[in-house]
């Protein structure tokens, strides 16, 4: 558990634990040679990535980003990707539970960010956090929706549609302050309609940029994933998002790091992009 204070804000990160993806999907047309510099593959080229969420205590409200896997995917998932399930014995761990949930956020609708957005119970599917109310990109609904042949398998409707069918989720469209002091930004490139969330107290900002930058090995412009759809509007979002996070010292969250939920992404003496960890 890591655990800092932003202002007058406290942001804690929580996992839902540590699953695996094929390490050249992960990196994109990075090589092998230059990408396991940085993160080593086991002998089937998987590589370890994490299921960092973040809650944010704002004093008012407490608000989660993001959540994980979950405990319900198809077995023919949990083959390839595993299914830890620790977000909510995580979340107890920092003293939170379920009910102390004012607010979640979901940066985009892959299983693997909003799998504990429901839970089954007694048959049916229940908000996981049934105090909250939700927030997706109304974008990322309809695409997935479509059922498109390059992404279908990443978009798995129980885990959104009962929260869209009662009200609990709202679907947002562009960028748009949450509450005073959050809000979401859209970075397109790894879907069409991912959104960043911006946390702003006291002159400090973080920022939660999920798939844009997904751990601290992918900080460098050109070090995408296969799974981005538009690989070319990543670039030119991490140009965006730079821009502004380098001069004014935003701390960047890091959505599938495993050891890095979060770290200060500057500039060296030769102009390459580093990782700065905090503490």
């Given at each position: 558990?890591?655990?800092?204070?932003?202002?007058?804000?406290e942001l804690t990160a929580v996992s839902d634990g540590i699953y695996r993806l094929d390490g050249g999907a992960f990196f994109g047309v990075v090589p092998k040679i230059m990408w396991e510099k940085k993160v080593k593959a086991d002998t089937q080229n998987y590589v370890p990535a994490g299921l960092n969420s973040v809650v944010v205590r704002t004093g008012r409200e407490t608000i989660l980003i993001e959540t994980g896997i979950g405990n319900k995917m198809a077995e023919r998932l949990v083959r390839i990707f595993g299914q830890p399930a620790k977000l909510l014995d995580n979340l107890g761990a920092a003293g939170i539970s379920p009910d102390d949930i004012d607010i979640v956020i979901n940066t985009h609708l892959h299983f693997d960010h909003c799998g504990w957005n429901t839970v089954v119970q007694d048959g049916q599917l229940v908000p996981t956090f049934p105090k909250a109310k939700y927030y997706a990109p109304e974008g990322e609904w309809q695409h997935g929706r479509l059922q498109l042949e390059r992404d279908a398998i990443s978009y798995i409707s129980e885990n959104y549609d009962p929260l869209i069918k009662t009200g609990q989720m709202e679907l947002l469209h562009g960028d748009r302050e949450i509450v005073p002091g959050v809000s979401v930004k859209v970075f397109p490139g790894h879907t069409q309609h991912m959104q960043a969330v911006i946390i702003s107290s006291s002159g400090r900002t973080a920022c939660y940029i999920s798939d844009l930058i997904p751990t601290s090995a992918h900080i460098d412009l050109t070090w995408g994933m296969a799974f981005d759809v538009l690989p070319l509007q990543t670039i030119e979002s991490r140009k965006?998002?730079?821009?502004?996070?380098?001069?004014?010292?935003?701390?960047?969250?890091?959505?599938?790091?495993p050891n890095m939920p979060w770290a200060y992404v500057e500039k060296d003496e030769?102009?390459?992009?580093?990782?700065?960890?905090?503490?």
């Amino acid at each position: 558990m890591h655990r800092l204070t932003l202002g007058d804000f406290e942001l804690t990160a929580v996992s839902d634990g540590i699953y695996r993806l094929d390490g050249g999907a992960f990196f994109g047309v990075v090589p092998k040679i230059m990408w396991e510099k940085k993160v080593k593959a086991d002998t089937q080229n998987y590589v370890p990535a994490g299921l960092n969420s973040v809650v944010v205590r704002t004093g008012r409200e407490t608000i989660l980003i993001e959540t994980g896997i979950g405990n319900k995917m198809a077995e023919r998932l949990v083959r390839i990707f595993g299914q830890p399930a620790k977000l909510l014995d995580n979340l107890g761990a920092a003293g939170i539970s379920p009910d102390d949930i004012d607010i979640v956020i979901n940066t985009h609708l892959h299983f693997d960010h909003c799998g504990w957005n429901t839970v089954v119970q007694d048959g049916q599917l229940v908000p996981t956090f049934p105090k909250a109310k939700y927030y997706a990109p109304e974008g990322e609904w309809q695409h997935g929706r479509l059922q498109l042949e390059r992404d279908a398998i990443s978009y798995i409707s129980e885990n959104y549609d009962p929260l869209i069918k009662t009200g609990q989720m709202e679907l947002l469209h562009g960028d748009r302050e949450i509450v005073p002091g959050v809000s979401v930004k859209v970075f397109p490139g790894h879907t069409q309609h991912m959104q960043a969330v911006i946390i702003s107290s006291s002159g400090r900002t973080a920022c939660y940029i999920s798939d844009l930058i997904p751990t601290s090995a992918h900080i460098d412009l050109t070090w995408g994933m296969a799974f981005d759809v538009l690989p070319l509007q990543t670039i030119e979002s991490r140009k965006r998002y730079y821009a502004q996070s380098i001069p004014e010292k935003w701390l960047t969250m890091f959505t599938h790091d495993p050891n890095m939920p979060w770290a200060y992404v500057e500039k060296d003496e030769k102009r390459k992009m580093v990782a700065r960890e905090v503490g």
